[in-house]
């Protein structure tokens, strides 16, 4: 049986749970991990430049979902 999908790399809960991340976690966490960086004395450069990286692609993974999702792309799934 054949059935008709929408073209998108990220199913809607991952996409969601992923958003919710990027909107509200990230910027809060980087501001504390500086913050702590400079009440304690330590260089953050590094964990602060990982998660901005890791933000970047994940961000990237959204905007590519979301325009498959919006462009309203099928394609025919062989179901068993």
Known sequence: MKKKRKRFILENK???ALKWILATAVAPTIALITDLGEIYNFDTTTIVKTIAVIATFLG???GY???NYKKGEWFDDNIN
């Open 65 to 67: 979902s979301n325009y």
């Open 60 to 62: 990237a993974l959204i």
């Open 14 to 16: 991952l996409y969601t």
